[in-house]
């Protein structure tokens, strides 16, 4: 079967009798279970997906077909379906099943998306390799000595080797976009409110945000017409109505944009990354677009804020897996309170509890007002001189990250290094703003790497469509 880029072609085969459901989630079986080294899934569903593909080809027969009928989805162990486990890629969240499913999980299945299976990922959506999942890292398909990039790193493995379509992940400070950076897929983080988050496992509420992973934009596009929106059952969702993505695709003006200096220039910055980030600019001048440096002299203060403040969510929100509301519960533990810390220490990662101590000693009394009050306050700074920007620019771009897919165990031991990753991602989740990555980039030692574009509050439409403007005649990289 040929490899497929997008919902529309696959649509139109469907059209054509070319393809059937069926045979679509046939094909994606037998390769989940050729790429299985990948360690990309964590559970296929595999005789459900393949009932819903039978039962989906009878509803097109009878034109009842949703939106999405051919779109088959893997979806990040964060995000939960009812009646299906979902571990957050963790010991402590073991054999749990949902109970009910996450708003866009329902929309998404409303819509006749098939899910075929549930995705490996960074403990509690933390890391930046998917070398912190309780179940072993994800290899890169495009070079299996090297991770994938985290933390939704079983989502972009999937989508870049072809086991699904198209896969949901979560983005805290980057993991739609850095780990799409590293396997060359399209990643869209949505502004903060855009996209519901009810039952998606809450890492750092302020910051969390569901969002698809595509080898195109119009599936994104596509993708987001069909999840975003208000929710009863998230008071953070916006009410604002969601534009018709995929159908205001197709833009002619020229647009103004703005790098930040000071993130081209950055020391840790692989040059040809910065070589080609000026080239792509030089271009775009060329077709006669805006494109001008502007300076942003809080860089140095994002990775210090968000791992402030993240950590300080993160510990209050993992304060509910004690071994008594949910999952494992220690078999050592005699009494309440060494039921609490031995399930949390047999059940926690490393990394999780590095985050929970870091979290809870910035709340502590004596040190709040000067972490965690004080980070609060740049994030405003950072909050208003990003808008700042984009009231006089379009979008804001940048690299997605400073390198390409580093080597597994590279990192692992210096978690400063890895939280270096995150330079330029966080910026948009302490904004709240909407954020992409498109892989534009390809690196003379083979490997892709994403280009960023930052646009402004709840403009998903405008950024997608430049997106697929620039992203129109070049080669997605995957
Ligand atoms: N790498 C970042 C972190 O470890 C971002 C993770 C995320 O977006 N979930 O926190």
Redesign the pocket.
């Given at each position: 079967m040929q490899t497929y880029t997008s919902l529309i072609q696959i649509q139109e085969n469907i059209k054509a009798k070319k393809v059937s459901c069926l045979e679509l989630v046939n094909y994606y079986l037998n390769r989940i279970e050729q790429h299985k080294n990948l360690n990309a899934f964590l559970e296929v569903y595999k005789d459900e997906a393949l009932k819903a593909a039978e039962q989906l080809d009878q509803k097109i027969a009878q034109g009842k077909a949703g939106k999405l009928a051919g779109m088959v989805i893997g979806i990040k162990d964060n995000i939960c379906y009812k009646n299906h486990k979902c571990s957050a890629g963790s010991k402590i969240l073991e054999g749990f099943t949902s109970l009910y499913s996450a708003t866009v999980v329902e929309r998404l299945l409303n819509e006749d998306a098939i899910i075929i299976g549930r995705l490996n990922c960074?403990e509690f959506?933390?890391?930046?390799s998917n070398e912190n999942s309780a179940y072993g890292p994800v290899l890169n398909p495009l070079d299996t000595t090297r991770v994938s990039g985290?933390?939704?790193g079983g989502s972009v493995a999937a989508v870049c080797a072809d086991l699904c379509l198209a896969a949901l992940g979560?983005?805290?400070?980057?993991?739609?976009r850095?780990p799409s950076s590293f396997c060359g897929t399209v990643g869209l983080k949505p502004s903060y409110g855009r996209v519901s988050r009810w039952g998606a496992i809450a890492?750092a509420s302020s910051f969390?945000q569901i969002g698809p992973i595509t080898k195109s934009v119009e599936d994104i596009a596509i993708m987001m017409e069909v999840m975003a929106g208000k929710d009863g059952f998230d008071s953070t969702a916006s009410s604002k109505p969601v534009p018709n993505y995929s159908q205001e695709l197709g833009m002619n003006k020229k647009i103004k944009l703005a790098y930040i200096k000071e993130c081209l220039e950055s020391k840790g910055l692989d040059s040809e990354i910065q070589k080609q980030m000026y080239a792509f600019i030089e271009n775009l001048k060329k077709e006669g677009h805006i494109v001008e440096p502007v300076s942003f002299d809080l860089l140095n203060f994002l990775i210090p804020t968000?791992?402030v403040l993240?950590t300080a969510e993160a510990s209050s929100n993992l304060s509910r897996y004690d071994g008594v509301h949910y999952g494992y519960r220690s078999p050592n533990a005699i009494d309440l309170e060494s039921t609490y810390k031995r399930s949390r220490t047999e059940g926690f990662g490393k990394e999780v509890k590095r985050r929970i101590m870091l979290g809870t000693f910035v709340l502590s009394a004596g040190y709040y007002d000067a972490y965690y009050a004080k980070a609060q306050k740049v994030r405003n700074l950072i909050r208003i001189k990003t808008n700042e920007i984009l009231s006089q620019y379009d979008f804001i771009l940048t690299p997605t990250t400073p390198t390409t897919a580093f080597k597994l165990g590279e990192k692992t031991t210096d978690p400063l290094t890895m939280?270096l990753?995150?330079i330029f991602?966080?910026q948009a989740?302490l904004a709240g703003l909407p954020a992409i990555s498109l892989p534009l980039g390809k690196h003379s030692n083979g490997l892709p790497f994403g280009f960023q574009l930052m646009g402004s509050m709840l403009q998903e439409d405008t950024l997608l469509n430049f997106s697929h403007y620039i992203t129109r005649k070049e080669n997605l990289f995957c």
């Open positions: 960074d959506g933390m890391g930046s985290g933390s939704s979560t983005d805290t400070g980057g993991s739609i850095q890492y969390d968000y791992y993240t939280y990753e995150d991602t966080v989740p």
